[in-house]
């Protein structure tokens, strides 16, 4: 696109800011993995807590002798009034500490660049989470490109960057009323419900216009998404963007080594591996469904008695996923305990941690309840199974889409609001759309073999993509192509960010 001097012999040393929530490290650490497979030296930033919890991962990085150093800032928890260690989103014990947690991350800024200025051989290119948007300051400080990670589907980024633009939501009053989103070759209707861009919640006005300024003025754009899901949306998105975009997804299909893959996320996963392969390889082809959700927010008590209901009579095998089983009350637990003594063999319940990507790529896995968080829906899609969506909120009810309309992988649950919108008492999903939607996904109907087919083709391809000659490969090779000519060269287009630190709340 733009043209560069070029300055040869810089070697390239690319500084990588993760936002500190699971589902957004690991993707992150993958890329760090396949850049520096590519002769780029990586800076890793991260925090003691999080270290420790990814560090089965760190160990074998460095086992491999890939050249990433991963770098440990104190975490200013104390001091943005957040609990001692609590340095990951999905650690919060409570919502009215997110505003907080944006807080420590911005005090990180002085810090960072503190450390970054004394790195030798000095950073020439960084990567940052799209919520990160305080490294535009620092990249601008050490006077290096700056591009942006995008960590979900292209389509909801697509739609939330056209959509704000547009100020398009400024005339609508109901929350579920549809839109036609601009610039598209085909009629997209979406509402803010399914849209709702990011972080539009009260309060966080300040921080969502900082995180699209600091999208606007990145040199570039990194996605972990691939052409062959969703090409229409990352052609509008290259348009409107002007500037560089390499996609370079799914990332989860880096991490092939099944060992670190069991570890992947959490150390301290909640089930013996040994037992829960050995009821894995006691099963039939195809015939297991994998249910699981967010690894944020806990559900409501009658939820979890309607899905187990729905799932005891659907008649399928399964492994359900609960989180947070010790926050529930002796009720669920005795509820729980007689499910599993009825279940007897057919089902394997986890009761936190499960190691998802393992399990969705064991060949007897046919399928797979999900809440459509984009790195879950890209591990499914890379595993080659089938999805019941049933999305909470975000991005999700976008990708559901992506999966059931466009994907034709899919089959969604009938969930139309996001979590927010429902009642204290209101129960979303009934044990029969469970057991309508698991049986038909299971079954054996022409249909569902039909899902079956698309979505193994969707996984060789999405396989072929990471390989050699691939769309991902070959915008990595892009990508690093773009770091040689522009390291050593002035920063491009940022402009003047004014930071302030954001008011805690009250
Ligand atoms: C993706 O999310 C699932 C569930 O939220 C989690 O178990 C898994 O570790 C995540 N994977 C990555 C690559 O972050
Ligand atoms: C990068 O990916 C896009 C689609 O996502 C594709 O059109 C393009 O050809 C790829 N670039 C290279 C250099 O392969
Ligand atoms: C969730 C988690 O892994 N917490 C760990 C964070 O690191 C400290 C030590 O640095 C451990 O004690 C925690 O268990």
Request: aromatic letters at 8%; charged letters at 25%; a negative charge.
């Amino acid at each position: 696109m733009t043209k560069f001097n070029t300055a040869a012999a810089a070697p390239l040393h690319v500084v990588i800011v993760p936002l500190l929530a699971q589902g957004h490290m690991i993707p992150m650490i993958d890329m760090a993995q396949l850049l520096a497979e590519r002769g780029v030296l990586v800076t890793f930033i991260t925090t003691a807590v999080n270290a420790s919890r990814i560090m089965p991962i760190i160990d074998r990085v460095h086992q491999s002798h890939l050249p990433i150093n991963f770098i440990e800032l104190p975490f200013p928890a104390a001091e943005a009034g957040l609990p001692e260690g609590c340095e990951n989103w999905d650690l919060l014990p409570s919502k009215e500490l997110y505003k907080n947690f944006f807080d420590a991350l911005f005090l990180l800024r002085n810090p960072l660049e503190q450390h970054l200025k004394d790195l030798n051989p000095r950073p020439t290119c960084m990567i940052n989470d799209m919520f990160n948007a305080w490294t535009a300051d620092v990249a601008k400080a050490l006077n290096i490109r700056r591009l942006v990670f995008h960590g979900t589907s292209c389509i909801y980024v697509f739609c939330c960057y056209i959509l704000q633009k547009h100020n398009i939501y400024e005339k609508v009053t109901d929350d579920a009323e549809e839109v036609i989103v601009p610039d598209l070759p085909t009629t997209v209707r979406v509402s803010i419900m399914h849209a709702p861009g990011w972080l539009n919640v009260p309060g966080f006005k300040q921080l969502r216009d900082e995180v699209l300024h600091a999208e606007e003025t990145a040199d570039g754009v990194v996605m972990n998404t691939l052409d062959e899901i969703e090409p229409m949306f990352v052609e509008a998105y290259k348009k409107v963007v002007g500037k560089d975009v390499w996609t370079v997804g799914p990332l989860c299909l880096y991490d092939k080594d099944f060992s670190s893959r069991i570890v992947r996320g959490n150390k301290l996963a909640a089930v013996d591996q040994d037992r829960m392969l050995s009821w894995l390889d006691s099963m039939e082809e195809r015939s297991v469904l994998y249910v699981s959700f967010s690894t944020l927010g806990k559900m409501k008590v009658g939820q979890i008695f309607e899905i187990g209901a729905g799932l005891e009579a659907s008649g399928v095998p399964f492994i359900w996923v609960i989180r947070g089983v010790e926050k529930y009350s002796l009720e669920v637990v005795k509820w729980l305990e007689g499910f599993e003594e009825r279940m007897g063999l057919r089902s394997l319940v986890i009761k936190g941690w499960a190691p998802q990507a393992v399990i969705l790529s064991h060949k007897v896995v046919g399928g797979f309840i999900t809440h459509c968080g984009w790195n879950s829906t890209l591990e499914a899609v890379s595993a080659g199974v089938p999805m019941i969506t049933w999305p909470h909120f975000a991005d999700q009810f976008l990708n559901e889409r992506m999966v059931v309309e466009y994907l034709r992988i899919g089959i969604d649950i009938g969930v139309k609001k996001p979590a927010l919108y429902w009642g204290e008492d209101e129960i979303p999903v009934m044990r029969d759309d469970v057991e309508r939607a698991v049986r038909s996904l299971m079954g054996d109907g022409e249909e569902a073999e039909e899902r079956r087919v698309r979505a193994r083709e969707l996984k060789e391809k999405a396989m072929k993509a990471m390989e050699e000659g691939g769309s991902s490969y070959e915008n990595i090779t892009s990508l690093v192509d773009y770091m040689h000519q522009t390291a050593g060269t002035l920063q491009g287009c940022a402009g003047n960010l004014l930071y302030h630190k954001m008011e805690l709340p009250v």
